[in-house]
């Protein structure tokens, strides 16, 4: 007698079932990768302006093949380090929520004190002192009336910047300090290990900045009081004196960058410095420091430095007017700033 059919079965399961996954990843993979995904973005945001200077520098070569020779490269340094000096301060401004337009007058104000006493009392070293006392009056006149006073930032040093114009024009009496001592041009002219003076200066300066930001505690409160002012003061940051100090660093910033080009050029007078805020704001902006505050560093600013440097560079070297470099300046400080308001808002 034949026994009943037993049904076959497979081995393998049913297609859904829990043996064969019928997705294309598992879903660990997927979010691995997404996460990959999400790191690489925001390396490439990070340093997006790093990419642009050396597709610049780059290009720079191309057009003119004496682009990196030695010569050059220390005669570009030399030429921007006032403006890198600046920028080094205005990147603690901006970060903790400020702006000043004023380091342009300040500037003109250092190199005509600067000149000015030099020649009246042929001692460098007092003119020198009188320069930064300047500076540090200017800046700090700016951060009371911002601090303390709640008034503000570009309203105060706009005025303030009015202030100090007529002040450099009093006391030169409208008139350039013209100084032919070879001790006054020492600042400017003195070369350490064949480099000039002012590209050691402007080293030295970045790298106490960089440190200064973001490795002291000093810093992290910069960044507090920029990203959220009134949470720094409830959790009991000295805004006031953070503030006030930001704009004292770039009032002697300013009066030290006039004083290095006034030993250059062997005169110091009051009609100059008419670009250099917005120079030094497009370097920061440029570099991807934030307006907005809370955000930024340093060495942004030096890619910012090298980036304008190296398209003035390149216009210069290539016989391009100067209206067009302010045009190009322009349009690329705008460009900056919208980025970084279109990439806040992708964060939010």
Request: aromatic share 8%; charged share 10%; proline share 4%.
């Amino acid at each position: 007698m034949s026994s009943p059919a037993v049904p076959t079965t497979s081995s393998a399961p049913p297609s859904g079932g829990p043996g064969v996954p019928t997705g294309p990843e598992h879903p660990a993979d997927s979010a691995a990768a997404t996460g990959r995904a999400a790191r690489v973005r925001a390396l490439a945001l990070r340093y997006s302006m790093l990419w642009v200077l050396v597709a610049l520098v780059l290009a720079a070569t191309v057009l003119y093949p004496g682009f990196l020779q030695l010569a050059n490269v220390q005669d570009i340094l030399t030429q921007n380090a006032a403006v890198g000096l600046i920028a080094v301060a205005m990147t603690f401004v901006i970060i903790s929520g400020g702006f000043d337009l004023s380091v342009g007058a300040t500037y003109a104000l250092g190199a005509t004190v600067f000149a000015g006493v030099t020649k009246s009392t042929g001692s460098v070293v007092l003119a020198g002192g009188c320069a930064l006392l300047a500076g540090v009056a200017v800046g700090a006149a700016n951060g009371t009336i911002i601090a303390r006073w709640k008034v503000n930032p570009f309203v105060t040093t706009l005025g303030m910047s009015s202030v100090i114009s007529g002040l450099a024009y009093v006391y030169s009496n409208s008139a350039p300090f013209i100084v032919d001592g070879i001790s006054f041009q020492y600042l400017a002219l003195t070369a350490v290990a064949g480099v000039p003076l002012p590209i050691w200066i402007l080293l030295v300066v970045f790298l106490a900045g960089a440190v200064l930001l973001s490795q002291t505690g000093y810093g992290r409160n910069i960044y507090a009081i920029g990203g959220n002012e009134e949470a720094g003061r409830l959790s009991g940051l000295r805004v006031p004196w953070l503030v006030g100090s930001a704009y004292v660093m770039t009032g002697v910033a300013a009066a030290l960058a006039g004083m290095m080009d006034a030993s250059r050029l062997g005169v110091g007078q009051a009609d100059v410095g008419a670009t250099v805020a917005l120079d030094t704001i497009a370097v920061v902006v440029v570099g991807g420091t934030s307006l907005r505050g809370g955000e930024g560093a340093v060495w942004r600013s030096g890619v910012g430095l090298l980036i304008l440097a190296t398209l003035t560079n390149v216009f210069y070297s290539l016989n391009i007017s100067q209206h067009w470099q302010l045009i190009a300046k322009g349009t690329i400080v705008v460009a900056a700033v919208a980025l970084d308001s279109l990439l806040r808002r992708r964060r939010t």
